[in-house]
């Protein structure tokens, strides 16, 4: 069996986290994961403010800032023994929801310019064109809507991250309700909050040896999982 955190932001790459890349495969490691996901943001806004990004420079401007996290805990990852799998957290410019997408590698990235201004019809076709997985993340946070279910594979019913109300057992509900794909994720950004250690207060285990991005993505199809959450979280 294999344990994954599937939500991690890096402060490499998202302005919203305190840890580093390296340490937070270090601290993933002592926790005993076998596997993480860094999931950096991508979104307009981020980009202007966090990259410096003003439209006139290339698209690969972007995606070099948005990878740097990843390439420093993939390195770090190697020589740790921790397996280290790219995704991101994509914020689209016409509505205020967040998702999660697996199965992605870097050229999908550079290859998809500006992914963030398209309709999330618009990205449905192309994640499911590319054999990759959907998931709107923490569904239940203040200003989030659940107007675009007919476009996604899933949910991530339990969002990890102490600071917010996340309302998972909603998120759970409405999973269930729509007999969408189940996803848990720490949201980590932070070593600490509201008192609770907020490495690795969620995840997956496999009952699979996950060993790709695409292995992780049909596991989950197949539900060949189970999810791991901190019961203090809510």
Known sequence: MKLFDTHIHTSESSRCSDISAKELV???????????????????????????????????????KLLVGYHTALDEGKKLGLEVYLGVELHLDDHNNDYLIYGIDEDFLYEHENLQKLTLPEVSKITHDNGLLLIQAHPFRPNITRDYLDFIDGIEVFNGHPSHEEHNEKAFALAIENNFIMTAGSDCHHLERKGIDAIGTSGMLFYDDIKSTKEFVDAVKKLRYKLIFDPRIR
Request: aromatic share 24%; no cysteine.
């Open 26 to 64: 270090r601290l993933y490691k002592e926790a005993n994961y076998d596997a993480i996901f860094i999931t950096d943001h991508l979104y307009t806004r981020h980009s202007r403010k966090f990259y410096g990004y003003d439209g006139t420079q290339p698209w690969s401007y972007v995606i070099d």
